[in-house]
């Protein structure tokens, strides 16, 4: 049975080597000698190849996790009480590296806030926008999709907003101006909305179902005196707003990046979710709690059943393939 096997691999090399191959066997390995000798050499270096790399690779490989290990802070134990004596224990917890203040830091002598959005998607609702400096760095931010759990989400805005120092805005823009301008720029604008926020706090109002069209929410302002009156703005995605009113700049995933953008991110989230939970009071028939707005099976089902709320976006699909009364029923679906 060897031999068989042994000439099986040679046929299989053979053909991968081709004609040409076998013609420069002996002037790649410096052997001049049988097609069979020759054959053997390449197995073997072959061979060579599928075994571990060198120990410098080996070595250069260990250094590059390493210096990623010290550069970056992990969140890998979260405390929990042990319901039967109520002592702490510690539990592991999934693995997500914080983001880190790189190009924050690069930016020595600004004031630099991160802006990131939520609700793009959804066929209901507003979209969010937020912007926040956040002078002192919380164990546990980072992009708010990563924190999969509502309590988790809501933990941390808790922790953000009561932080030292923290300046932030959060814009919100309705569907009728998403119908008017279109998605992109109505995120645009509500990015914009919010830097301006930031630099330009005002008092008063809050976040709720009953306030109509677009408006800003501002956080407190800050006790403390900034370091300098320069801003600058870290925009998640690949589009900085027209007509910003500082300097800015985007970074793509820049919420898994920079940290004050994974905090904007968290801010914007949690802002959209309770207003979903809100809207979901004024209109139950469309179960609004559960998907938030997104376009799941089931909340296409219900678009058919009961037509269209006043905080759904008539330009998404399939909705843009349908007409409706005043009241929201379909008239017609061509979708």
């Known amino acids: ?22 013609a420069l066997l002996p002037f790649a390995f410096g052997a001049v000698g049988s097609f069979q000798s020759n054959l053997q050499i390449v197995r073997a270096f072959h ?82 926008a937020a912007a926040a400096l956040v002078p002192c760095t919380l164990e546990g931010v980072m992009d708010s999709k990563l924190l999969s759990k509502e309590e988790e989400r809501e933990k941390m805005y808790q922790a953000l907003i009561e932080s030292p120092n923290i300046q932030y805005a959060v814009a919100i823009v309705d569907a009728a101006r998403i119908d008017e301008i279109n998605i992109l720029q109505a995120t645009l604008e509500a990015m914009r909305m919010a830097v301006d926020g930031v630099m330009n706090p005002k008092r008063g109002g809050k976040v709720c179902v009953s306030r109509k069209g677009c408006y800003v929410v501002c956080g407190p302002k800050a006790k403390k005196q900034r370091k300098s009156n320069k801003y600058y703005a870290l925009i998640d995605g690949n589009k900085v707003p027209n007509d910003m009113p500082c ?69 998404f699909a399939p909705l843009k393939h349908m007409s409706f009364d005043e009241q929201g029923r379909i008239l017609t679906d061509d979708s």
């Open 47 to 128: 061979q060579s190849l599928s075994c571990s790399p060198p120990p410098s690779i080996m070595l250069r490989r260990q250094s590059v996790r390493l210096k990623q290990a010290r550069t970056r802070s992990t969140c890998n134990n979260v405390e929990s009480i042990n319901e039967k004596d109520g002592a702490p224990i510690k539990k592991k917890s999934r693995k997500f590296a914080c983001p880190l203040r790189t190009r924050e830091a690069a930016l020595e002598g600004h004031d630099v806030m991160g802006v990131d959005e939520a609700g793009r998607g959804p066929l209901a609702g507003p979209v969010v």
């Open 247 to 315: 300097d800015a700049e985007c970074i793509i995933k820049g919420d898994s990046k920079e940290f004050c953008i994974a905090a904007a991110s968290i801010l914007a989230k949690v802002t959209r979710d309770r207003l979903m939970r809100g809207y979901d009071e004024l209109y139950p028939e469309f179960q609004l709690q559960q998907h938030k707005g997104y376009p799941t099976a089931e909340h296409m089902a219900l678009v058919r059943k009961y037509g269209a709320s006043p905080i759904h976006r008539r330009t």
């Open 1 to 22: 049975s060897k031999p068989s096997r042994q000439k099986g691999e040679d046929t299989l090399w053979s053909s991968r080597l081709g004609t040409r191959g076998r």
